[in-house]
């Protein structure tokens, strides 16, 4: 069974991943998701997160069939 993950915007281009499920079992929480879905690396600071289409923070509990999106942080002037 398994986690929809999407990267956005410099995110997705910075990774060369655009879209990547991995294994509902193996992933607790956003941060687990990250990490499988990147190869292991850390999550940086400040990404954003959405868990089902509604942001959340990176400890949130995930489950199967969950969508979750990382964003990179807005920033603006």
């Known amino acids: 069974m ?3 993950v999407k990267f956005f915007a410099t995110l997705r281009e910075n990774l ?3 879209q990547v499920d ?3 079992d193996e992933a607790g929480d956003v941060v687990d998701v990250w990490r499988l ?3 292991g ?3 940086p600071e400040h990404v ?3 868990v089902n289409l509604e942001h959340m923070p990176p400890d949130t509990r995930v489950k199967e069939g ?3 999106a ?3 942080p807005v920033t603006g002037g």
């Open 41 to 43: 690396a850390d999550m």
């Open 37 to 39: 879905a990147t190869g």
């Open 16 to 18: 060369k991943i655009d």
């Open 2 to 4: 398994t986690i929809k």
């Open 70 to 72: 990382f964003f990179p």
């Open 66 to 68: 969950d969508e979750i």
């Open 22 to 24: 991995v294994a509902a």
């Open 48 to 50: 954003l997160c959405s």
